[in-house]
């Protein structure tokens, strides 16, 4: 899979992704971004499906990550759901209803036991605010650069008892909440699906999501291509000669230090 190293750009209302192989780079408004994804060996589309878009006028950007039960026929329909899910609701800061018709919207097309656990997070490049709904998937890593130091990006439920952030395809008109946090200039978010944090080594151990976290301390920070390459490669070190057993996505973010372009294509 040959890098892509010259960054794209997305006009507004324009949706890239799905879970095909893929290696490149592209610049949002106020982001730069790294995206590789890799479906397990024999598998002509994987289940790890990620979409990006640019929307209100260029000052939004939409990053979805999902990770379906399944491949071939099945993932392609919940691929064309999740595409028209969200070029419904381009233009909205607000994301729960995002999630919230993405999870019914599956659930109309989804075969027996099918499910699929998402990150959706929406970035507004004027502030650096970040919202981000969890729908049950691994929690992004977070790399703050003014402390230096990394973490997971873990969401917080305002009401314990309601049944909230369950995986899509599970019941009916879930309620998804959202959380807000305020990225500064340089930091990382690096979205992972359970095919990386649940690599194995020789010995049978498994990376697992702290483990990653790890890893991620010893890598460069100074672009998403670096860091994603890096820790990419560090995966593979751990893993060792053994095939990847599921499909793999790693998306990693990073805030600029420019505010809105005004120049960005409407």
């Known amino acids: 899979m040959p890098e892509q190293k010259e960054a794209q750009r997305l006009a507004c209302l324009e949706i890239k992704g799905g879970n095909e192989n893929a290696r490149y780079v592209i610049d949002l408004p106020g982001l730069s971004a790294w995206v590789w994804c890799r479906p397990i060996t024999g598998a002509a589309g994987g289940g790890d499906l990620h979409y990006l878009s640019v929307c209100s006028q260029g ?3 939409r990053i979805a990550l999902a990770d379906v039960a399944g491949h071939g026929e099945i993932v392609s329909a919940t691929a064309v759901r999740l595409r028209h899910v969200l070029r419904e609701h381009s233009d909205a800061w607000d994301q729960t209803d995002v999630v919230r018709e993405l999870n019914d919207s599956f659930l109309a097309g989804a075969g027996v ?4 656990t998402a990150f959706v997070l929406g970035h507004y490049s004027q502030t ?15 790399y703050h650069a003014l402390e230096k130091e990394w973490s997971f990006m873990l969401e917080s439920t305002p009401y314990s008892k309601t049944i909230a952030d ?3 395809g599970l019941i009916p008109g879930t309620d998804y909440s959202q959380t807000a946090v305020q990225l500064a200039p ?21 990376l697992n999501r702290d483990g990653l976290l790890d890893l991620a301390r010893s890598v460069p920070v ?8 890096a820790l990419l490669a560090r995966v593979e070190a751990f893993r060792g000669p053994g095939a990847a057993s599921d499909d793999e996505t790693l998306i990693v973010l990073q805030r600029t230090h420019d505010a809105i372009d005004e120049a960005w294509p409407h």
């Open 222 to 229: 100074s672009s998403p291509l670096e860091a994603g390459e």
């Open 113 to 116: 036991l099918q499910y699929a």
């Open 128 to 142: 650096g605010e970040l919202l981000f709904t969890n729908a049950g998937h691994v929690p992004p890593l977070w």
């Open 186 to 206: 340089d930091d990382l978010v690096i979205l992972y699906t359970d095919g990386i944090s649940e690599s194995t080594n020789t010995a049978g151990e498994e």
């Open 166 to 168: 369950l995986p899509i």
């Open 59 to 61: 000052s939004i950007s």
